[in-house]
């Protein structure tokens, strides 16, 4: 049986959605489980895709005035109790310092020496020690508003823990804002969830649901949690990036006060907002297919890779003079603002090296073989489309359209993904079709498998409750521009004025 | 008195140069010591000049075949014991976990709790558990060379802290890369020394002494460590950048083997290197002057900031039109490969607003009122210059010129701080005269007090360390290319071949 009739993962999304996803990360090489528990190794392929998130994500938050700069890593454990439910939320989970040297015991083996005072914890988020220097910075209502982001990592003592989602270390940033109002800071929320929305839907080419977390989804001591919430293909939902409404709350904890225009002494209005390196998940379970990886052209570690193609060593160098030419004119091209990302690969390993590429993800693959010289042309694959369909195209037509191709392959993802969670979101009114929905491999009802339900919720936590324990259902957001409408709890019956987003999620 | 008359930071560098330092940080607002013991804070407009420092390394380690990737923040204790030399090195000042959640006590405290069964410690460099990594990734001679970086923040507790230039955490980059022979090993360890010799000198306008560590000096683990060594206006030396050449120590620690061309199994050979936000230190004490920071223009982290002056309220429409039109042309101007960073400070804060940025260390002022307007003039002020010395220029002119401005500035710090180390260079033959060197305020002979002595060493670790405990001076570096010359140790009058750098260090 040719690698054409079998899929390269295995298990197929089908067969075993958890396990393909743990062997499409292994077979595009982007990152992989270390052995210090709970954190991950991310790879070159990986980084880069990372890399070039963070860019991107960097020039949209610059451009809105906000300023990157960098807090401890540390935070003492005076600090995090500031905030009586952000201590709660963050305790169970953390890693504490409690020392600061290893000495050699009687046996020769090292442990942990010179005790300190205060134990600190490796942070969890930053809320805590940014709040402290804003305290500080901050005195008047001509310091506002203050906008700071930092690119860091940090660190949630994850018992399960599953590469790119849910890491014990993961890399982020958190932006931290303070205003003289609270409309200001609101507005602020808003402004960076749709930063985030905008990296998911265009860059991503990830459809985002955005909404209000209920009270007890939201973040540990917000007043309001946004979110932007993807389906994944196997009809979870994703939670992708959060921005945060933290009204007066860590300015009180922490002190942050100015003095206003009208000379009074007020406590500023703070929002927090973050995407991790779990946007690689997610980008993954969204584009994913059973040959591999499929990167979105705007993100993608590299746009092409370059195959020359020898079979007679007398070939070879006008082969790879050909290719090289062609990289150095691709890599002048700028896309989405730098230079195309394009690789060569000379290794003479066969069929295994186009399968490669595949199951990288890389958007185009580019063969360059003595035949298509002769024509001046080159012989492109691109990952959106079944590996065997190539086609043939002018060397000069290919650099004028290259641009133009990596759109259109962005476009078919986007469109692609946001058909799946189409097909995979509907209305549910019936208690017993909901619940229907949301059993697996419901014999009575194989159509209706899983996705995103839009009920009816009264508003009572109670019914929130009762669904996630009998169901494993959350509610994901209360999505933004919902209708009115009058309708009854899907849990309890009682009045409802509209329908909020209920899904399995990760 | 007014401003002119008197320095703007005081103390002044030569009143006392170590407070001159902790001041001319303050005033510049780049950065600040944190609540958390040796931790810094650092502010906007100091890590906007690691942001562009960091891209410009990043580019250039990229172009030598260098890839990104990402490793865990935390070591297990069982790692760091594999190299006998590196752990020695490091155990005396690690951060050590042991916990990984907090519960509330009988009194209500919080307090460590879920123990770890293996401590970990947070980095303090990667080799150990960057070489697990390795030694799963390579199999054979054709996996190599592999060359990794990554951008990191580590931890070293510190007893005595300075800003930027020794803090318990700092942020820094480390490369790792492993080679089929020694040779090419050694080859890289110096091909990264030249990349952060380029970086000193052609875009922090540092010049430095490159060259290799004593024994005493080197890396715990490492067969050699080069060097980048620079001169600070206080005479001192401060180690810039090291590339080590580990050997094979490394790869048998952490069992990094792979089948070469010959079908034999043979250990790699690996290096490391790394340089750190300590550039910043280097580059304040090296180019700040009396009246605050001088940031050179290939790094700095803005290139000129517009202040519009406005005197009547008529007059601002018309003068901040024409500031913001100035601010778009120059944005769209490339310098060292990225768009100009300008501000526009329209602030009514009087003469304060230019002292500020002075303090600051921007290279360019540049004044706009509407007499300068209606001679479509601008007033400039270089950061290199006397603050009172300001020229007009024809607008147009200063858009095309700003470029060369900026390079002419760029040479001219160079310039400046590489007459300051050969000033205060000199051969030194004579025990007495060395002592006499390196000893504070010497009245005897006040021209000759302290820096680079270029003197003879036997090669014998026991005058190394008569010369540390008698003058708190050590080798910094046994320079490149230097010349055979038969002469007397400094310290016991035996033969020597040539001459080392001594000098007092941060």
């Known amino acids: 049986m040719g690698k054409e009739e079998k899929s390269v993962i295995e298990p197929t999304r089908e067969e075993n959605y958890p396990e393909w996803y743990q062997e499409v990360i292994k077979a595009s090489d982007m990152a992989e489980l270390s052995p210090v528990r709970g954190c991950m190794v991310i790879k070159p392929w990986g980084y880069a895709l990372w890399e070039n998130i963070s860019r991107i994500l960097d020039d949209m938050f610059k451009a809105t005035g906000v300023k990157n700069a960098y807090f401890p890593l540390f935070i003492p454990i005076s600090f ?7 201590v709660e939320g963050f305790a169970k989970e953390c890693a504490v310092v409690t020392h600061h040297k290893l000495e050699q015991d009687a046996n020769g083996h090292l442990v942990p020496a010179g005790k300190l005072a205060e134990p600190l914890i490796v942070r969890p988020t930053s809320e805590t020690i940014i709040g402290d220097s804003f305290a500080k910075w901050i005195k008047s209502y001509r310091d506002l508003p203050m906008l700071i982001n930092q690119w860091a990592n940090v660190v949630r003592w994850e ?4 590469i790119f989602l849910r890491t014990s270390e993961f890399l982020w ?6 205003h003289a109002t609270r409309e200001e800071a609101l507005d602020r929320t808003r402004m960076m969830l749709a930063v985030y929305r905008k990296m998911a839907e265009e860059y991503l080419a990830v459809p985002v649901i955005t909404g209000e977390k209920t009270d007890s ?10 979110c932007i919430e993807a389906m994944m293909q196997d009809c979870k939902a994703l939670q992708a990036g959060t921005s945060h409404f933290l009204g007066q709350n860590f300015a ?6 100015f003095q206003s225009e009208k000379e009074t002494e007020e406590y500023g209005w703070t929002t927090s907002w973050g995407v991790s390196t779990r946007l690689i998940g997610g980008l993954i379970m969204t584009h994913g297919d059973d040959n591999g990886v499929v ?3 705007r993100v993608a570690s590299a ?4 195959l020359p193609i020898i079979r007679k060593e007398a070939d070879r160098q006008m082969v790879m003079d050909y290719t090289r030419d062609l990289a150095a004119r691709l890599r002048e091209i700028r896309y989405v603002g730098y230079p195309l990302r394009v690789e060569i690969d000379d290794r003479d390993i066969g069929g295994a090296r186009n399968w490669e590429w595949i199951k990288k993800g890389i958007p185009l693959r580019v063969e360059i073989g003595p035949k298509d010289i002769a024509s001046d042309s080159v012989f492109v694959g691109r990952r959106d489309k079944d590996p065997r369909d190539k086609s043939a195209i002018k060397k000069d037509a290919f650099v004028h359209q290259i641009t133009g191709i990596l759109d259109d392959m962005q476009t078919a993802l986007f469109q692609k993904a946001l058909a799946f969670r189409r097909k995979h979101t509907r209305p549910i009114d019936d208690k017993t079709l909901f619940d229907a929905f949301f059993t697996p491999e419901n014999p009575d009802r194989p159509e209706i498998h899983g996705g995103f339900a839009l009920s009816h919720w009264c508003g009572d936590g109670a019914c929130e409750r009762q669904i996630k324990d009998r169901l494993n259902v959350t509610i994901r957001c209360i999505p933004d521009g919902r209708e009115n409408e009058d309708g009854r709890c899907i849990e309890c019956g009682k009045p409802s004025h509209g329908r909020v987003v209920f899904a399995k999620a990760y």
């Open 80 to 86: 995090l109790e500031k905030e009586a439910e952000h």
């Open 159 to 162: 018992m399960r823990t599953r």
């Open 173 to 178: 940033q958190e932006g931290h804002t303070v």
């Open 217 to 226: 989804e939201k973040f540990p001591g917000a007043e309001t949690t946004t």
């Open 252 to 257: 009180k904890a922490s002190g942050i006060k």
């Open 295 to 297: 990167l979105p052209p």
């Open 303 to 306: 746009h092409a890779v370059l």
